[in-house]
């Protein structure tokens, strides 16, 4: 199914529902919920997916589990994606928080032959099989370091909100400490017991997250120079400690249309 909203079929008795959808630039599919675990699939672009405990940026090629009833957000970046609807009772071993993972070739081809299923599909034939394997897959995925912990104090988390959307590599542990109007010390201690990383580590992390979706439309050396690196060998050393491959993997220009993604042209009005 493609470009069909969940509300439509999540009366359908199927444990895996299986929805494509094509997203305008841009778009951001504001807070909300769904009753099953979904497995959101950017089979083009990056996608950000907020949650009151976190950010997940999901680079081309990955995925990100979601679990049920989890109140999120998704800013869709040249996105179209893959998703599964899965009900709980079907997935209990489902991460318990967002996770990002991997797709490999077999799971995003499983993934495209799905999203062609209708909604009451076959479950004793190849699209019952189809499903099955699905789930058989995506259990096996480890998950990858593309997120940061949000504190759970408002201010704090409306700190590291502000500095997620425009990262400044001016700013200090001082700065934050300043405007929530803390000593230095108990500001840092007070943020590593929320987040487990020192403010500095976080703002370190979170400069690199958001090179990710920098890296579609600008070079490394452009991206190293926007986020305050002394040189892209630097941002390129920082990047690859963090989430184990250099930033020329994430760049347009490299990834060209190799993953094989045959998205749909055509831009459609989904719920993600």
Same mark, same amino acid.
């Not at 995925?63 to 079907?90: F, Q």
């Not at 704090?156 to 010390?185: F, H, I």
């Not at 963090?242 to 042209?265: I, M, N, V, Y």
């Given at each position: 199914?493609?470009? &069909?909203?969940?509300?439509?079929?999540?009366?359908?008795? $199927?444990? &895996?529902?299986?929805?494509?959808?094509?997203?305008?630039?841009?778009?951001?599919?504001?807070?909300?919920?769904?009753?099953?675990?979904?497995?959101?699939?950017?089979?083009?672009?990056?996608?950000?997916?907020?949650?009151?405990?976190?950010?997940?940026?999901?680079?081309?090629?990955?995925? &990100?589990?979601?679990?049920?009833?989890?109140?999120?957000?998704?800013?869709?970046?040249?996105?179209?994606?893959?998703?599964?609807?899965?009900?709980?009772?079907?997935?209990?071993?489902?991460?318990?928080?967002?996770?990002?993972?991997?797709?490999?070739?077999?799971?995003?081809?499983?993934?495209?032959?799905?999203?062609?299923?209708?909604?009451?599909?076959?479950?004793?034939?190849?699209?019952?099989?189809?499903?099955?394997?699905?789930?058989?897959?995506?259990?096996?995925?480890?998950?990858?370091?593309?997120?940061?912990?949000?504190?759970?104090?408002?201010?704090?988390?409306?700190?590291?909100?502000?500095?997620?959307?425009?990262?400044?590599?001016?700013?200090?542990?001082?700065?934050?400490?300043?405007?929530?109007?803390?000593?230095?010390?108990?500001?840092?201690?007070?943020?590593?017991?929320?987040?487990?990383?020192?403010?500095?580590?976080?703002?370190?992390?979170?400069?690199?997250?958001?090179?990710?979706?920098?890296?579609?439309?600008?070079?490394?050396?452009?991206?190293?120079?926007?986020?305050?690196?002394?040189?892209?060998?630097?941002?390129?050393?920082?990047?690859?400690?963090?989430?184990?491959?250099?930033?020329? $993997?994430?760049?347009?220009?490299? $990834?060209?249309?190799?993953?094989?993604?045959?998205?749909?042209?055509?831009?459609?009005?989904?719920?993600?």
């Amino acid at each position: 199914m493609k470009n &069909v909203p969940l509300a439509d079929i999540e009366h359908v008795d $199927r444990a &895996v529902l299986p929805i494509g959808t094509d997203y305008p630039p841009g778009h951001l599919l504001d807070w909300h919920e769904h009753r099953r675990a979904q497995f959101l699939h950017g089979a083009t672009g990056v996608m950000v997916v907020d949650t009151a405990d976190g950010t997940w940026t999901v680079p081309p090629e990955r995925a &990100v589990l979601i679990p049920a009833a989890t109140r999120h957000r998704v800013r869709m970046l040249g996105v179209s994606t893959r998703s599964l609807y899965v009900e709980p009772d079907a997935v209990p071993w489902w991460p318990g928080t967002c996770m990002v993972v991997d797709v490999p070739p077999l799971l995003r081809e499983l993934l495209l032959a799905a999203v062609e299923f209708e909604a009451d599909y076959d479950l004793s034939g190849r699209e019952g099989s189809i499903a099955d394997l699905l789930l058989h897959e995506i259990a096996a995925r480890a998950p990858l370091p593309f997120h940061v912990r949000i504190p759970v104090s408002a201010d704090l988390a409306k700190l590291c909100r502000a500095y997620l959307a425009a990262p400044d590599t001016g700013v200090t542990n001082a700065d934050w400490a300043e405007r929530t109007a803390m000593s230095e010390r108990a500001f840092t201690r007070r943020f590593r017991a929320q987040t487990g990383d020192s403010p500095a580590v976080w703002r370190a992390r979170a400069r690199l997250l958001a090179a990710v979706p920098m890296l579609r439309t600008a070079s490394v050396s452009e991206v190293s120079g926007r986020l305050g690196y002394a040189s892209p060998a630097a941002f390129t050393a920082a990047f690859t400690r963090a989430f184990g491959a250099p930033p020329s $993997r994430f760049t347009a220009s490299r $990834r060209g249309l190799r993953q094989g993604a045959r998205p749909d042209q055509s831009a459609g009005k989904g719920r993600g």
